[in-house]
């Protein structure tokens, strides 16, 4: 008994750091091996409440400064004289949409409104010329997510299961789930002001996630 009390802190703390290795490898893994992406096929329509649905295109795929294989579909809805642009990328690597969002925009994080939403999650919102847009990532479980951080402890928080260590370890599959749709939402500011168009943003989103989380995630 007094043999077990001399060392189950540091069996307790071996466990520990061992978990923590673990999931920390799953986080840290190189590109090669966390942005694998399943098959997806965009749908061509995508009903959006409150707004009517005027099209969609699917451009051609583009590099984006942090070589990550993506897909995507851009989506356009109108409503009172508003045009609503969204544009959907289907994404591995952490979420990383600041650093994205730096080589597309020249967004730095100092110049994005990062908010929460009760039941959706964390989006930023930022200016870019003529347009406001609302930029988050959608993952297939938990909330939505801006930040590489958010996104890492959602995915501790939603996507850890113990059934995956075995083939993890064995090298057969990701232990971490490291995929996320990209949204892009965007309104030019004509007739409206940036404090209207981003409400009107947010509304959007907070229909828009839930759809995609629940019917488009391939698994």
């Not at 189950?8 to 999931?23: A, S, V």
């Not at 096929?41 to 649905?53: E, H, I």
């Not at 051609?60 to 897909?71: A, H, K, W, Y």
């Not at 989006?123 to 590489?148: E, M």
Request: aromatic residues 12%.
């Amino acid at each position: 008994m007094n043999r077990w009390k001399s060392i189950r802190i540091p069996f307790l703390m071996g466990i520990l750091m061992g978990t923590l290795l673990i999931f920390g490898k799953g986080f840290l893994a190189s590109p090669s091996e966390r942005t694998e992406l399943a098959p997806i096929n965009f749908p061509a329509t995508v009903p959006l409440d409150g707004w009517r649905f005027l099209g969609s295109v699917s451009p051609e795929n583009t590099e984006t400064t942090t070589s990550v294989p993506e897909e995507q579909r851009e989506y356009r809805y109108a409503r009172n004289g508003k045009l609503l642009e969204i544009k959907m990328h289907y994404i591995g690597g952490g979420g990383k949409l600041l650093e994205i969002l730096e080589g597309r925009y020249q967004v730095k994080l100092s110049a994005v409104d990062v908010r929460w939403l009760e039941g959706t999650g964390h989006y930023g919102l930022f200016r870019d010329k003529q347009r406001v847009h609302l930029n988050a990532c959608i993952n297939p479980r938990g909330t939505s997510t801006f930040t590489s951080i958010q996104h890492q402890q959602n995915k501790m928080l939603y996507d850890v299961r113990l059934e995956r260590l075995p083939p993890w370890l064995l090298g057969q599959k990701r232990l971490i789930d490291l995929r996320c749709f990209w949204a892009d939402l965007s309104l030019p500011l004509v007739g409206i002001n940036e404090g209207e168009a981003y409400k009107i943003l947010e509304d959007a989103f907070a229909s828009w996630h839930p759809l995609w989380q629940a019917n488009f995630f391939p698994f």
